[in-house]
């Protein structure tokens, strides 16, 4: 399964964006799908999760509320609403998707996921 990520870009503070998390050469009907992200410096960082057969989502503390994750169906592809967005929301976000599920308490571990896409770079500016 390869992934793709995009939609990322430069922003001003305040402003939206939507990133999308395709797949091919196979899907993740089964799959939990995760948005990490990591600044320049740090360590990367878990923003949201999607279970796919059910749709049920998961979100760090400093995104929940503006961010909103989603899929079209079960086979994807996912993306990531992203609004009020922050300088400190400046990082290369990756998707990563699990061979099946993961459980609720593991979904922030990269460890868990045998999927990552290339990265898109979101830039917001103060």
């Known amino acids: 399964v390869q992934l793709q990520a995009s939609g990322g870009g430069l922003v001003q503070a305040g402003d939206s964006l939507r990133l999308s998390c395709a797949a091919s050469?196979?899907?993740?009907?089964?799959?939990?799908v995760t948005w990490f992200r990591q600044a320049p410096g740090k360590e990367r960082e878990f923003v949201a999760t999607i279970r796919m057969s059910t749709g049920s989502t998961q979100y760090a503390d400093s995104v929940k509320g503006r961010f909103t994750m989603s899929r079209d169906n079960t086979k994807g592809p996912v993306y990531l609403q992203m609004t009020g967005l922050k300088p400190d929301d400046t990082a290369v976000y990756y998707c990563a998707a699990s061979r099946g599920q993961v459980i609720l308490t593991a979904t922030h571990l990269p460890g868990q996921y045998a999927y990552w896409g290339q990265g898109t770079l979101v830039t917001v500016s103060s």
């Open positions: 050469g196979g899907t993740f009907s089964r799959a939990t």
